[in-house]
């Protein structure tokens, strides 16, 4: 058996997030001065967090908080940043530029919900959990091949208890992975629903799968078993979604 935490993080705010217009893959626009700002608040807050691998979409709005979140950190100055495009947001189609308001009333007319409504030239939201599934896929082997089974790394059960690290304890790896916030979404559902991941006390499913705010963080703890046709998930924990702590000073902080 093999344990490690898998910590979700979306990017920073972009000037597109604040004019509620729609980025998808074909738009990419680097992070707003408040985006920058998010993004250096939530490498402060997981400052003391040992990180194993770096993942983060090869979108500039990703990878840019992705370098300043390890730019932050204290303890992980020889993990490399790694871009996969298998982390890449939702592809909007002919939505993608345009006001958030137009993809509702294309839904509308559609009768379909925003949520599941695929734009044309968009991609379904199957289309979104398959390159979630082959991300997952990937990082298994990559624990197995870079980390082995049943060595734990110094940081195991001596790491830090404060909320950043909450967790991770007893876990011998951790891994980053910055995305965005569709992405995330179908991400965390395919976590819960389909592969069976057990939730935090008193938590709402309505919580778990709201969207998430720009760098909010979600982890969850992962456990793998060895298998003929490589490492299999034995067991899956959510610790928390979309939280903002973070954030929470930002408006102070000028």
């Not at 705010?13 to 626009?29: I, R």
């Not at 001596?158 to 910055?178: K, N, Q, Y």
Request: glycine fraction near 8%; hydrophobic fraction near 40%.
């Amino acid at each position: 058996m093999f344990t490690f935490s898998l910590t979700f993080i979306r990017h920073g705010e972009t000037q597109y997030n604040k004019d509620k217009l729609l980025q998808g893959q074909g738009v990419d626009t680097p992070l707003s001065d408040t985006g920058v700002r998010q993004a250096e608040a939530v490498g402060r807050y997981l400052a003391d967090v040992p990180l194993s691998e770096a993942y983060a979409s090869n979108l500039q709005r990703a990878v840019q908080t992705a370098e300043l979140i390890l730019a932050n950190n204290t303890c992980s100055s020889g993990v490399e940043l790694l871009l996969e495009p298998l982390l890449a947001e939702r592809g909007f189609g002919v939505a993608e530029g345009r006001p958030k308001e137009e993809l509702k009333n294309m839904a509308n007319a559609a009768g379909q919900s925003c949520r599941d409504f695929t734009p044309p030239g968009g991609e379904t939201l199957e289309q979104v959990k398959l390159r979630f599934q082959k991300f997952l896929t990937l990082i298994f082997a990559k624990m197995q091949e870079v980390q082995g089974w049943g060595s734990p790394t110094a940081a195991s059960d001596d790491a830090p208890s404060g909320p950043a690290e909450e967790g991770m304890r007893g876990s011998s790896a951790h891994v980053l992975v910055v995305s965005h916030g569709a992405y995330i979404r179908v991400a965390v559902r395919h976590l819960v629903e389909d592969l069976k991941c057990s939730l935090p006390a008193a938590s709402k499913m309505s919580q778990l799968l709201s969207p998430c705010p720009n760098t909010g963080i979600s982890r969850f703890v992962l456990t793998l078993a060895a298998s003929s046709s490589g490492p299999v998930l034995h067991d899956a924990r959510c610790i928390f979604a979309n939280r903002k702590d973070h954030l929470e000073t930002l408006a102070t902080d000028v």
